[in-house]
């Protein structure tokens, strides 16, 4: 089993608050990725960290945040919570490397905004 | 286009059947191939890389054909607990970026 933790496991927010989506791993891996996934649909990259103070832009426009300030830390916040961010926040990290390595995926996060 | 593309099937097959999935990619660059497998309401884990010899674990068979730019996926023997969804998974060219397809669901019944 991989290292990679996500809390909470389910959330139900009303609109407008602001929430934060923990993810922490204890593989010490460099790279860190947030992705968004609706039920039956694919995967889409919202954020990235190549390691500590690096954050990029995934291929998802989000209008959530990430920061890195501990390589085993890669928090997800959204500051103002509205229906269309009900989703599953998966989180996942990789090692760093020449040959690209798999992504170990934590548990996943349920959002609902009510 | 997509850059991973994959039928999402749901592929129906009964328990000791065999069953292939293929998967294309566009970038012609990509230089490192997954499967996934993604249970209903779970987070993807690897199933296997696949590498450009072919390689096989128990009752599953991965190839990579490079010059047509598909990859494929062979479960021998289906069980049960194969009931899934498979992700084609392929990094990104210059980036540390896995790029999903949208996964082909297999249901195995008895």
């Known amino acids: 089993e991989a290292d990679i933790y996500q809390t909470p496991r389910y959330l139900v927010i009303g609109t407008g608050k602001k929430i934060t989506l923990e993810c922490s791993q204890t593989?010490?891996?460099?790279?860190m990725y947030w992705y968004q996934q609706d039920p039956g649909m694919e995967l889409h990259l919202i954020h990235y960290s190549y390691g500590v103070n690096s954050t990029e832009k995934g291929d998802l426009s989000s209008e959530s945040t990430v920061s890195r300030i501990r390589t085993e830390h890669f928090p997800l916040t959204l500051e103002s919570a509205r229906p269309s961010h009900t989703s599953q926040y998966l989180c996942?990290?990789?090692?760093?490397?020449?040959?690209?390595?798999?992504?170990?995926f934590g548990p996943g996060t349920r959002l609902t905004v009510l | 286009r997509k850059e991973v593309e994959q039928d999402p099937g749901p592929f129906n097959v009964p328990e000791g059947a065999t069953v292939a999935f293929n998967c294309t990619y566009s970038n012609s660059a990509s230089q490192s191939f997954f499967w996934y497998r993604q249970d209903c309401r779970k987070e993807p884990k690897l199933l296997m890389s696949?590498?450009?010899s072919g390689n096989e674990d128990g009752r599953f068979t991965a190839q990579l054909n490079r010059a047509s730019q598909y990859i494929s996926l062979l479960i021998r023997d289906s069980k049960l607990s194969d009931s899934a969804t498979y992700l084609c998974?392929?990094?990104?060219?210059?980036?540390?970026?896995?790029?999903f397809g949208t996964g082909t669901r297999l249901l195995v019944s008895p």
């Open positions: 593989m010490g891996h460099d790279k």
């Open positions: 696949v590498y450009s």
């Open positions: 996942a990290s990789s090692p760093s490397g020449q040959v690209y390595h798999e992504q170990f």
């Open positions: 998974v392929v990094n990104e060219r210059g980036f540390q970026k896995l790029v």
